[in-house]
């Protein structure tokens, strides 16, 4: 499985960016997928997930509200929709595919990612 990620770019607080993470092959529905994100000298964190389906989504908690995670399985492509951003929010995004299990918060978990797409959010 390839992913890309694009929609990043640099927008001011309060603004929304919508990021999308085109996958290729036919087996895209059977993959739970997650949204990842890591600002300069931090750890990878998580910031969503959906199921294979689309049906059951979880978000951490300081994007609750904000953002929304979504897919659409006849373009094969995941989506995120970020508003009201803030600065920390800032930070290189990536989309992920797990291949075995369900929808998963631990990056670990995810067997292929994409390159990540910048996001800047300015004060």
């Known amino acids: 499985v390839q992913l890309v990620e694009s929609g990043g770019g640099l927008v001011q607080t309060g603004g929304s960016l919508r990021l999308s993470c085109a996958a290729s092959?036919?087996?895209?529905?059977?993959?739970?997928m997650g949204w990842f994100r890591q600002a300069p000298g931090k750890e990878r964190e998580f910031v969503a997930a959906i199921s294979r389906s689309g049906d059951s989504t979880y978000h951490t908690e300081s994007v609750k509200g904000r953002f929304t995670i979504s897919r659409d399985g006849d373009k094969n492509t995941v989506y995120l929709q970020m508003n009201s951003l803030k600065p920390e929010d800032t930070a290189v995004y990536y989309c992920?595919?797990?291949?075995?299990?369900?929808?998963?918060?631990?990056?670990?978990?995810?067997?292929?990612w994409g390159q990540g797409t910048q996001v800047t959010v300015s004060s």
């Open positions: 992920a595919a797990r291949e075995y299990g369900t929808m998963s918060s631990k990056r670990w978990d995810y067997n292929y």
């Open positions: 092959g036919r087996t895209f529905r059977s993959y739970p």
